[in-house]
């Protein structure tokens, strides 16, 4: 992933609970190699925001974009671009965490590394427990498998719901730094998150939703 990725834009996008709007006319440009941390109290839209940047609820106004193009228009090659990872980890109970990687590259159309796949399930906690069915496993690791897909597939964006929770001391550090070799890399990182971290050099902003 050498190549500059492409813009990603949001254009007034907005988001309505009952009569109360969450949020109104959201809009911002994010270039390859940036970041947007977006930031708000319980119940201000982080979450909604998210699901609509990636495509799995609609802003009644507005538009986002993928390299110019309105994602509505060219979704499968907007999702063939995108890694999200929301409260929803979409991973088979059945299966175990080398399993989910696997059938995750299959989906994505990609070359699994075993030992690169090992190596991020080890980095965040679960080492021992790669053959292990997810049922076994605890919420809170469960959760360390999906973020084991964002290092070990390719994707240019991603789209993560507070990736940051339940991770000890040595996953956090291994999650930063798959974050900032991302960034390096030209991909593009939008995340929601109550805590600051330290992406370096790489550009970024800050959004607050505010209710």
Not at 101 to 115: F, P, S
Request: hydrophobic share 45%; net charge neutral.
């Amino acid at each position: 992933m050498n190549a500059q990725a492409p813009m990603f834009e949001a254009r007034l996008l907005s988001a309505q609970k009952g009569e109360q709007w969450l949020f109104e006319d959201i809009g911002f440009k994010l270039p390859g190699g940036a970041w947007l941390q977006v930031q708000g109290d319980n119940g201000s839209g982080k979450t909604t925001l998210l699901r609509i940047l990636a495509g799995l609820s609609r802003s009644p106004t507005g538009e986002v974009l993928w390299g110019g193009q309105n994602t509505r228009d060219e979704p499968q090659e907007f999702h063939r671009a995108l890694m999200y990872l929301g409260h929803q980890l979409g991973l088979k109970e059945e299966l175990s965490a080398l399993e989910n990687l696997t059938v995750a590259a299959h989906l994505a159309e990609q070359d699994l590394a075993l030992d690169k796949a090992l190596h991020a399930l080890r980095e965040l906690g679960l080492e021992g427990r790669a053959h292990l069915p997810l049922r076994v496993l605890s919420q809170g690791q469960k959760r360390r498998v999906a973020l084991a897909k964002l290092m070990s597939l390719q994707a240019r964006l991603w789209i993560l719901d507070e990736p940051f929770v339940a991770l000890d001391a040595k996953g956090l550090a291994a999650l930063l730094l798959a974050m900032q070799t991302h960034l390096r890399c030209g991909g593009l990182l939008i995340y929601t998150s109550h805590q600051s971290v330290d992406m370096g050099a790489h550009p970024g902003w800050t959004l607050r939703l505010t209710r």
